[in-house]
């Protein structure tokens, strides 16, 4: 690029803003304007939402969410059934599975998949950590909500094997049609295993 | 959307990311996780980018560009030549073109376009400072580098007039074909407006 067109607090700015996932240079640009534009209606929230984040939020040691308070929210909610762990990836799928109602349990969260090609080895997740919390004795099930991609699925295999050792018993999420999907837009894998997981109306 | 999932303070995050533009709630959430886990890297070189913007970012009397010097470092650069006032409608347009290093002269940052739709009238924009700045003797010419649109062709053209009156020469940026522009992917008010403006090789 060329010089800095107005003074290096706001490029500096901007190359803060463009390194945000889904911001590239441009609407980064954009993004610095309106802030600087408004800077009481968005700057100054946006800076004391982030200051009060810096300062307070961090990872629960139990489970690996994301909260103010350690152990968090979920972890402490006594109204949550013990009986089954969710394993998710991230806490994102954790926050997309809170969203949805769609788990009354105890989350674990991985920090990943293991990856070959990116040389994730199991030690470089949290999976000691959830073997020891799916043997304590109010654990009955693990749920592997891990993404339906290829590491995702590596990752569910390589765990229910260690936890079938260890006398745990696991469970995966169902693959088929979306709610809502058109099996015109599907893939040919997600209509192979919506079929051969057809149940009787 | 559902109770919070993660405190207010994460929340709170979420939603100041999800006002600026090219962000929607689903991406503000992907970049609040992000910044929460990159502390370090990411979260707090954006708060301090914010902090110091807040504190010195202001607009220039004269042109209305943005700069942390007022007036702005373009209207204190004597390397530029006075002759020729470039008009634009927002701070936007003035890097566009700066980056573009299409004008070696200063700015005059309108603040919109006149619009009856929005109810935005002549003096609602920086039009009577322009006049006086254009009037000076050292300029020359006035480049009116509106957009293209219908509001912006109106604003250049109730400028013009204004100026016309008060005797000084105005212009406005070509249209045509942009460079690189394949003919079949423009629409007919470019293809026609480049034919009217066509030139001898």
């Known amino acids: 690029m060329s010089a800095p067109i107005a003074g290096p607090e706001i490029e500096r700015l901007i190359q803060a803003l463009a ?14 304007l309106l802030l600087i534009k408004k800077k ?8 004391e939402a982030l200051r009060e ?11 690996g969410n994301v909260d103010t308070i350690d152990p968090c929210t979920i ?13 998710v990836e991230d806490v994102a799928d954790l926050w997309a599975l809170e969203r949805a109602g769609a788990h009354k349990g105890p989350y674990h969260v991985l920090g990943g998949t293991l990856s070959a090609l990116d040389g994730v080895r199991p030690e470089d997740l949290s999976i000691g950590a959830l073997i020891k919390r799916a043997k304590s004795v109010q654990v009955e099930e693990v749920i592997l909500a891990t993404n339906a ?22 469970s995966r999420l169902a693959h088929g049609v979306p709610v809502g999907g058109e099996l015109d837009y599907l893939d040919d894998g997600t209509l192979t295993a919506a079929m051969k997981a057809r149940k009787p109306v």
Chains 1, 2 share one sequence.
């Open 53 to 63: 984040a810096i300062a307070k939020v961090t990872t629960c040691r139990i489970c």
């Open 75 to 87: 972890c402490r909610d006594e109204r949550r059934d013990p009986k089954t762990l969710c394993v």
């Open 19 to 32: 390194r945000l996932p889904g911001l590239g240079p441009r609407s980064a640009r954009r993004a610095a």
């Open 40 to 47: 009481d209606a968005l700057m100054r929230p946006l800076d």
């Open 149 to 170: 991609t290829v590491d995702g699925q590596t990752t569910a295999h390589y765990i229910a094997d260690a936890l079938e050792s260890a006398g745990v018993k696991t």
